[in-house]
């Protein structure tokens, strides 16, 4: 190199002291900056519970709204994968429809009860990658909109739920594939709640693992940098065309997921279920400060936007505000959470 | 000359502003005459862009006043530049490709009659606009059928059709041929001719002597020297720009390796449209130059070698084996690096760390089944930013925030950080500084020494002659000649690449 001189032992001290004071000063910022957000949301935490008398962060309550939320968080998660990409998954709400009623026709069919529950698994997982896969390759191989493949994928799937049931919900009668959706794992009594529900412990445990895959593995490193700028990540030897296959994939088959876990809190395969989770699911997203143009994002936003999409509706509900009213607040709540999102970004990004 | 005289039309005074770990700007002192042409030079990251954007109202300074016509002004949005007489051209142009080179020009302040834009009005002011600069244009014509010169002429003309007195000209040459650039210039005496001013910003210094009256030198932020063309010698400049004096251009290349069995070699290779059976043997420790002018197929052979495009027929042999890769992930496998013309779309991850991206290619061998290990990538990438001189607050800086010679190092480090046997480099120098410069050529110079093979594409004709062993002249997708160390000369590769011969 040019200066070939290798850099003498002070210079090199210097500027390590250098860095390790801004270091340390950029860790005393970002302690502060959330120690005065962790207060800042007790507060407020604390003024909406006071006006709910006590119900809202009563643990009861909370266990309540976590539950609530497994179904959105976790068609969430597959969503943050497709849209880090850049992309956009519109099918999942009608493929919650597709693999509840075909779980719930293999749990007619099937008497054994563990048999039942496994089959029934194994269709929904598998039933709703097959369509990610079908979203995904018409993407990679011909580049065509995702927004287009999906859209396709929502009213074929949905059709195709229709077609399966005649229309009719069907009837689950297995206890054990209701205990995934609405048992209750026993803490003894402790902290006042009966229990940890199944699926609450099952989204917790699929958004820990995505958000494992997306910081610290390969493919989420690839999974952003095609986000960020495909043509770069291909002349750098990612294979692009298997990790974009893989998101919907994901999306997909977490969608079966998310399906068994609301047809056994229904009992029932039922056609119309899901209708607007798609939408649901890219709210949290986006309210989560993933960027729709792909490449920036992460997996616990997500779940904290899906978190405070499900309070807000929790809250209104303890307030008594009616239904409609509350879409209202919803909306005008999400497009406020993504200017904040963008306005902080631009204030601490500046250069 | 009466320029001398003439009150400046614009002056800053202490201008500075600072981003969040660099001082972009520290008290800047400039001025713009009417009618006269002032260069602005500098390395990259010396300012330059900064100046522009705070007169174009797109960042606010943090200290210092800026004057047009004596009074103290505010400029804080493109908007109140505009109406302060002072239009910003960048490299990438703000034009709408669909629409007419009329309807660019006008865009924005359309005549109107009643409701609806007056056509016939607004086609006589873009005319008007045009023939001011004394060029014609087909002003009908979509923007995105036009050429870059033209386009270019359009963009001057949407300045001057607001009345614009001070023109900044962002690398106005960059996309130009050798005409295009004489035509432009004989467009910039027009303008200052009408009394316009305009800061010329350029890194080729050739023009800058050629056109200028005035020139001003920043580094790292600060004014270096503001004189007339006439008491600097273009010597003088690049020492002022880069604080030290080059002696040498380029390092001195060592011997060449014995032609015996080549590392690389070429036979045949065909893509229909772009490559015509090329054949080429590249050594270990050799650096081939390729000499053509855009779409001579220049690019397109770097491509194919490495897997970024399949071809149709020929064959290529890297040490002794026949490659069959089906993508750049096979070719880097194979011990092949591409780095790429344009480092921004297809380089990097703007977005991205510099260590995510220097990691990307290799990203295999830093991770445990598909668990990456964190410190180990830390270590590899710090170690390699500081040999390669990156200039960065730290390894986790995004890429976009960096200059443009320092990003281009972090797309050198990509391909560095596991050695390979050759790397394919495509117009490795462009658009970035001097002393950038310098140093990619000895890093290239010491690849070499240590055995790798070396194919270097340029646009640069010194380049090309000052760093090659051997020299490939490509044009109509083929190489049509090859000339051993010392037997090309400037004059023969122009012909050979134009056709000419």
Known sequence: ?351 | MPIAQAAPYLVLRGISKSYPGVRALDGIDFDVRPGEVHALVGENGAGKSTLVNILSGAVAADAGSIEIDGRTVTVSSPRQSEALGIAVIHQEFNLVPQLTAAENIELGHEPLRGMVIDTRELHVRAAAALARLGVTVPLDAPVRTLSVAQQQMIEIAKALSVDARIIFMDEPSAALTGQEVDRLFAIIKTLTAHGVGVVYISHRLEEVFAIADRITVLRDGRLIATKERADMTSDEVITLMVGRALEAHFPTLPPDPPHTTPLLSVRGLTTRGRLQDVNVDVYAGEIYGIAGLVGSGRTSLLRAICGADRYDSGSVTLGGAVLHLRGPHDGIAAGLALVTEDRKSQGLILGMSIRENVTLPHLEDFATLGVIDRPKETTAVATLSAELHVRSRSIEQAVRSLSGGNQQKVVLAKWLLERATLICFDEPTRGIDVGAKAEIYDLIVSLAKGGTGIIMVSSELPEVLGMSMRIGVMHGGRIVREFARGEATPETVIRLATGAA
């Open chain 1, 1 to 351: 190199m040019a200066g070939a001189l290798p850099p003498t032992a002070q210079s090199v001290e210097a500027g390590e002291a250098a860095a390790a004071q801004a270091a340390a000063r950029a860790r005393r910022t970002a302690a502060i900056r959330a120690a005065a957000l962790i207060a800042g949301l007790a507060v407020l935490l604390g003024i909406l519970n006071a006006l709910t008398h006590g119900d809202f962060l009563a643990p009861g309550n909370v266990v309540n709204v976590l539950r609530q939320i497994s179904v959105n968080a976790i068609l969430a998660s597959g969503q943050t994968f497709v849209i880090i990409t850049a992309g956009i998954d519109l099918s999942v709400g009608s493929l919650i429809a597709l693999t509840g009623v075909l779980m719930a026709g293999v749990l007619g069919a099937e008497s054994s009860i563990a048999l039942g529950v496994i089959l029934a698994t194994l269709v929904g997982v598998s039933v709703g990658g097959a369509a990610g896969a079908i979203n995904g390759l018409p993407v990679v191989r011909f580049n065509l909109p995702p927004f287009i493949t999906t859209l396709a994928m929502m009213l074929m799937a949905r059709g195709a739920a229709f077609l399966y049931t005649g229309g009719k919900p069907i009837e689950i009668d297995n206890p054990a594939f209701n205990y995934i959706g609405s048992g209750l794992i026993g803490v003894g009594h402790a902290f006042g709640i009966p229990g940890v529900p199944v699926p609450v412990i099952i989204m917790l445990a699929i958004v820990a693992a995505g958000h494992f895959m997306l910081t610290r593995t390969r493919f989420g490193r690839y999974v952003y940098a095609i986000g960020g700028n495909e043509e770069a990540a291909r002349l750098s030897g990612v294979n692009v065309f298997a990790v974009k296959l893989s998101v919907y994939i994901i999306s997909g088959a977490l969608a079966g997921i998310a399906s068994l876990l609301l047809a056994g809190r229904l009992n029932s395969g039922i056609p119309q279920s899901g209708q607007g989770y798609e939408l649901q699911s890219i709210a949290a997203v986006v309210v989560g400060g993933t960027s729709l143009a792909g490449g920036r994002g992460s997996l616990v936003g997500t779940f904290v936007g899906a978190l405070l999409i499900g309070m807000l509706y929790n809250l209104m509900n303890l307030l008594n505000v009616q239904s409609y009213a509350q879409d209202v607040v919803l909306g005008a709540v999400i497009l406020a959470a993504v200017l904040l999102d963008e306005l902080r970004r631009r204030y601490f990004t500046s250069g």
